[in-house]
């Protein structure tokens, strides 16, 4: 029996295979769900809800849900936008995002994503909570005024790295991500090349001495929105 299995999406006839999720399918056929917690490296975490989708009417993360004959998937539409556009705003005002000054601009995930939906202003007001920078590792610094909770770095450190230095701690809005050493990241056996490292998306955990090593006008996402790449995909077909 073959594995292949048929779907739409926005009315597109896309062909995956069994065990496959929503996401891992319409990358392959070159159509771009919005995602921030996703990593292609990283089993999906499921959390941030950027890449929610209607299947068969009701609403699911692309990322974690498979594949089955027929479903119908709804991507881009009006109210799908303003789901994932609202996820986008509320993430950038739980947080102390400031791009001016990041050293991740340009090449920022979150920030991306807010020109994709063309968010300026959020339409939220700020909460300007505290959190701390530990700065106390030789090699890397976290921030978490810029940490989005996306926990790539607890699956990357966990399942990649095996160290689970990272892990959530506190539940709604004083979750934080916290190190397992009782006092700084010094203390833990987190190395700058750790892939927990690489995959932040925001600039909440960075490597020292590389920031804005890439001018203005070169860096990721200067020319190409987010999520282009996979878009070129399907223009070539
Ligand atoms: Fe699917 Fe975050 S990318 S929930």
């Known amino acids: 029996m073959s594995d292949e299995i048929t779907f739409t999406i926005d009315g597109v006839e896309v062909t995956g295979t069994q065990g496959q999720t929503i996401m891992q399918a319409a990358d392959q056929a070159g159509i771009y769900i919005p995602r921030l917690c996703w990593h292609a490296d990283l089993s999906p975490g499921g959390s941030c809800r950027v890449c929610t989708v ?10 974690t849900y498979p594949i089955s004959e027929g ?3 709804q991507n881009e539409t009006d109210e ?15 947080g102390n995002h400031f791009c001016m000054f990041c050293e991740k601009s340009g ?4 920030q991306a994503m807010a020109y ?12 300007f909570p505290q959190r701390d920078v ?3 590792h030789p090699d890397v610094f976290i921030d978490r005024n810029r940490c989005i909770l996306c926990g790539r770095c607890v699956r990357a450190s966990r399942d990649v790295d095996g160290k689970n230095i ?5 539940r709604g809005r004083e979750t934080r991500i916290a190190i397992n050493a009782e006092a700084n990241l010094a203390d833990t056996a987190l190395s700058a090349m750790d892939k927990a490292v ?7 955990i960075l490597r020292k001495r590389v920031g804005y090593a890439v001018p203005v006008g070169k860096r990721k996402y200067d020319h190409e929105p987010i999520g282009s790449d996979i878009e070129a995909r399907r223009a070539k077909s």
């Open 198 to 204: 690489e995959v932040c998306p925001v600039g909440a």
């Open 107 to 110: 090449n920022c995930e979150l």
């Open 166 to 170: 990272f892990q959530f701690v506190n």
């Open 80 to 94: 799908i936008r303003e789901w994932r556009k609202s996820i986008v705003e509320m993430l950038f005002v739980e």
């Open 134 to 136: 530990d700065a106390s």
């Open 71 to 73: 479903m119908l998937v």
């Open 54 to 63: 209607k299947v068969n009417g009701r609403a699911q993360a692309a990322c």
């Open 116 to 127: 994709r939906f063309g968010i300026a202003t959020p339409r939220y007001p700020y909460m």
